[in-house]
């Protein structure tokens, strides 16, 4: 079965600084993956998506991922954090062989930016 | 009108009562999702429907019930909610259905407490 794995609950950064969210999926075929966020009380925005063709993939507000099938990875990365970014983020998977199936989270990870 | 429109923001319920949670798109996405979530939970799938037909309902209680009236309105009506249905619904769209080479949109979601 499919499934994603967000492996920190909770990350702080200092305002500034780089950060690396990490995503790992399970999956038999290509997947089709997906960024998104939330603010609290809020709905979620998608920030970038990899479906195919390029390995890293540019986004909204700054990201950028890279999926990198080896790994069974699609790590989030932003170079400099704005306190704005503190928020849910959410990596998710689409099955392309469960047709009709939606979107998989993973259980997200809490960002808090520092000053 | 990239937007996916979702009404009331919050809406607080008896157990008896009956009410209704609208969603609307005018992107002229064929597909639309019901999605639940409980506090620090990732979204969770309740229904989807494709061309206006559900096509997916995942073990969800009888007390909540979908309707797609049109390809740009999506209804979820609750009648006879415990208190543990309290959470932040969640509305999306795709132009096609998900998985595959699409994403999805979703609305700011309603916030549902049920006393």
């Not at chain 1, 306190?83 to 259980?107: H, M, P």
């Not at chain 2, 809406?11 to 597909?31: F, P, Y």
């Not at chain 2, 639309?32 to 209680?61: C, D, G, H, R, T």
Request: aromatic letters at 10%.
């Amino acid at each position: 079965a499919q499934s994603v794995t967000q492996p920190d609950i909770h990350i702080t950064v200092s305002e500034g600084a780089s950060l690396e969210l990490r995503c790992n999926y399970s999956y038999g075929a290509t997947p089709y993956l997906f960024w998104y966020v939330q603010s609290p009380g809020q709905g979620l925005q998608l920030l970038l998506k990899y479906f195919s063709g390029d390995t890293l993939v540019q986004g909204i507000k700054g990201f950028e991922a890279e999926f990198k099938r080896s790994q069974s990875s699609f790590n989030l990365r932003k170079p400099s954090v704005h306190w704005s970014d503190a928020a849910e983020y959410f990596c998710a998977v689409g099955s392309a062989n469960q047709a009709g199936t939606a979107l998989i989270f993973g259980k997200g990870t809490t960002l808090s930016v520092s000053s | 009108d990239t937007e996916v429109t979702q009404t009331p923001k919050h809406l607080v319920m008896g157990m008896t009562n009956k009410k209704s949670l609208k969603c609307e798109q005018h992107m002229g996405h064929r597909a639309m999702y019901w999605y639940k979530q409980k506090a620090k939970k990732p979204p969770e799938l309740m229904f989807v429907y494709s061309y206006e037909k559900l096509s997916i309902n995942e073990s969800v209680p009888s007390r909540f019930s979908p309707e797609c009236p049109n390809s740009s309105l999506l209804n979820l009506h609750l009648h006879a909610l415990q208190p543990e249905d309290s959470a932040l619904y969640l509305c999306a769209s795709s132009p096609r259905l998900l998985p595959g080479n699409t994403e999805a949109f979703f609305g700011q979601g309603t916030r549902l407490t049920v006393v």
